[in-house]
């Protein structure tokens, strides 16, 4: 799952109207409805990094991508992302 979680200022084509801050109960809710085995979220946003700790122990892959965040800015939340950025690269060019 790519998104709602992303940075309005990196969100690609991912209409601003939907994105949403990193929130449990609706993760909670998406993961219900069906098999998510994997999400993408910007780190830097305030309750990332809880929502990261909830995913991984839930079984769920997490991948950085859509992120203002500066290359470096937390080697926590870089560490709790896992290995998989996603379309973050681009966006850190621009800093």
Not at 54 to 65: A, D, E, I
Request: with cysteine; proline share 11%; hydrophobic share 35%.
């Amino acid at each position: 799952m790519e998104g709602p979680f992303l940075s309005p200022k990196r969100a690609g084509t991912h209409p601003a109207e939907l994105l949403r801050a990193p929130d449990t109960e609706l993760t909670e809710r998406l993961l219900a409805a069906g098999s998510i085995t994997q999400v993408t979220l910007a780190p830097e946003l305030p309750g990332a990094l809880e929502l990261v700790v909830f995913l991984v122990r839930t079984g769920v892959r997490v991948s950085c991508g859509h992120s203002d965040a500066a290359p470096g800015w937390s080697p926590t939340s870089s560490t709790r992302c896992g290995r998989s950025p996603t379309a973050t690269p681009e966006s850190w060019a621009r800093h």
